[in-house]
């Protein structure tokens, strides 16, 4: 680019200081300054024309002259056949339709989401609905590697429209091949994911990355585990490899990850199981590491239950994991074990222990760790708590709820427990508890009866007989709860507290076109803030939206990968 504006430039200053004088670039000297300056320039335009691969998403909104945005209508898109950045024609590029067409929904706000592959002049027709023919308005410009929110051009447009690049996120090297993301959960203030990135020269390999962010939304510690590798169908293998990561686990210096290896024939039979885990100083996530063998020595068959669906907790010096053994019908055992092999403790056949991974939380009382390890009777007006002491030794004991049900198990909040409740005679209205004599907890039965204040939501069926509970976050003394929604499960019910649970606001829900049918967030408190991440697998977009202190979202950003080594 600095070629191009020195060449620019000493035509400006021929054309300014002196008379115009044609010349044939055969007339210049190879070896002087303007041979070269004109051999460069050739140079970058051979480069430019071969180089058009790019990979991005874009958020464009679409607006008309008078201000009133294109919500509801749809976009198609694709490129004018042939084009390319370095294309010197200034003719009309000719859209042809269904040719390398994508299509995406414009939102409320008049925002939709653009995935561009390649270099080139990108053409947007905006039509009533996906089966109208006839666009309303369409637009295009020229996507090139250096494209921002500041130098968005329009190269040409039709009809009454007003575009807009509203944010941008270009995925460079090797994370250019990203094929799917999962949100693993927060540990020590960072939120950690898994990339699955393809292979560039094999087909059907993708290699296993773990990324990590502070705020949600920029992911700049990327650790490659190098000996992990996803083998699927469209591979020449005999088998196929998967990797699931497991939730993070943080003992105070180490984060750490179990994963469970699955091997599969090529009719898809799984044959066996290996199990790994990795582990870094919490501050110094590094570029690359290795996996370790788990060693699971209870029994030769014992092999991870699926991780990703359980917490990985670190009590009393150990881990707690969950298990299964081929010859006990694949039944979960929560098993306390450390890494070193040197000690391990069925945590169900020793002490009784639930196998429900949801009712394991570690909680501190008067200086002593506890480990809940089961789940309250959901729908019940009492019902009975189990923990386990530092000195593996059982205690449970009852619990009251002044007359109210459950609809929830019991949830640690900031030194606190609470739990979701209703009374029998208005069973659709949930309401929020804490329990009121915490310093009980693990030596007596504790009652939970003090009602959080504004902590009150109602709806059309009662559903009294199932945890309605997703998980209480919590990031800088802001607890966020966030429930399932009765009447609309794509949904989910938000409050926050920012006065140490004495009383709740609540939130805004959030909804978004983007994400396809079956598809949710993933909520996490990171930085003070809960932030919602949910991707479109479809076409490849991963969204963060994040609750501002009004309560309300934020317009969706997307997910930001960076390497900086």
């Known amino acids: 680019m600095k070629t ?24 210049l000297d190879p070896n002087g300054d303007f041979g070269s300056m004109a051999a460069l320039y050739k140079l970058f335009q051979l480069t430019e024309t071969l180089n058009t691969s790019f990979n991005a998403s874009l958020r464009v909104n679409f607006a008309k002259t008078d201000g009133s945005t294109y919500a509801g209508y749809v976009i198609k898109y694709g490129y004018a056949p042939g084009s390319t ?9 000719k859209f042809v339709l269904g040719e390398g067409e994508r299509q995406a929904n414009i939102d409320a706000s008049g925002d939709a989401f653009v995935l561009v592959q390649r270099l080139g002049i990108l053409t947007i027709n905006i039509y009533t609905s996906s089966s109208s ?13 250096t494209l921002s929110t500041s130098n968005f051009t ?48 094999v087909s059907g390999v993708s290699n ?11 992911f700049d510690r990327i650790t490659k585990i190098t000996d992990l590798t996803d083998i699927n169908s469209s591979s020449s293998n005999s088998e196929y ?50 996996s370790q063998t788990l060693q699971l020595s209870m029994s030769n068959n014992r092999i991870l239950t699926t991780p990703s669906l359980y917490p990985l907790l670190y009590f009393s010096n150990r881990w707690v994991s969950f298990e299964q053994n081929a010859g006990e019908g694949y039944t979960t055992t929560p098993v306390l074990r450390d890494l070193a092999l040197s000690s391990s403790v069925d945590l169900y056949g020793t002490v009784g222990c639930g196998t429900t991974g949801n009712a394991y939380y570690t909680f501190q009382v008067n200086s002593s760790n506890y480990l809940n390890c089961s789940l309250n009777s959901i729908g ?11 000195n593996i030794t059982s205690y449970s004991d009852g619990y009251s709820l002044s007359g109210n049900y459950t609809q929830s198990r019991i949830y640690p909040v900031n030194g606190k427990l609470f739990s979701l409740q209703y009374n029998y005679s208005v069973p659709t209205t949930k309401l929020g508890y804490l329990v009121t004599n915490t310093s009980a907890y693990g030596t007596a039965p504790i009652s939970i009866n003090t009602a959080i204040s504004n902590f009150s939501v109602t709806f ?28 609309n499960a794509s949904q989910k019910i938000i409050f926050r507290s920012t006065d140490d649970s004495a009383s709740v606001t609540q939130m805004q829900t959030l909804t978004s076109p983007y994400l396809m049918t079956g598809d949710s967030f993933i909520y996490h408190a990171v930085g003070g803030s809960l932030v919602a991440i949910g991707s479109d697998v479809a076409s490849q977009t991963y969204l963060m939206y994040r609750l501002n202190d009004g309560g309300t979202w934020d317009a969706a950003k997307f997910l930001r990968f960076t390497v900086s080594r």
């Not at 296993?208 to 920029?218: E, K, P």
């Not at 997703?470 to 399932?484: A, E, G, L, T, Y």
């Open 208 to 218: 296993i990355y773990l990324a990590s962010s502070a705020d949600g939304l920029t």
């Open 460 to 487: 059309s069926s009662s559903a009294t007989g199932s945890d309605t509970l997703d998980s209480v976050q919590s990031s800088d003394n802001r607890h966020f709860f966030i429930i399932q929604n009765n009447d």
């Open 380 to 390: 019940s007006g009492t019902g009975t708590y189990q923990v386990v002491t530092s």
């Open 241 to 290: 490899w998967q990797h699931i990561l497991s939730r993070p686990g943080f003992d105070g210096s180490n984060i750490v990850f179990f994963i469970r290896k699955e091997i599969y024939n090529t009719s898809y039979v799984l044959t066996s199981v290996e199990n790994k885990y990795i582990q870094f100083e919490k501050d110094s996530q590094p570029s690359s590491l290795n």
């Open 154 to 201: 329009i190269y040409s447009q039709t009809g009454d429209i007003r575009a807009t690049l509203q944010d941008i996120s270009v995925l460079t090297g090797f994370l250019s091949q990203i094929r799917q993301v999962n949100i693993l959960g927060v540990a020590n203030g960072r939120i950690y994911a898994a990339l699955n990135v393809f292979e560039t020269n």
């Open 133 to 145: 023919n006839e666009p309303v308005a369409s637009v295009s410009f020229r996507v090139y590697s």
């Open 4 to 27: 191009v504006q020195l060449y620019s430039l000493f035509l400006i200053l021929s054309f300014g200081f002196g008379s115009c004088r044609i010349f044939k670039e055969s007339d």
């Open 85 to 93: 950045r370095s294309e010197r024609s200034v003719s009309e590029p």
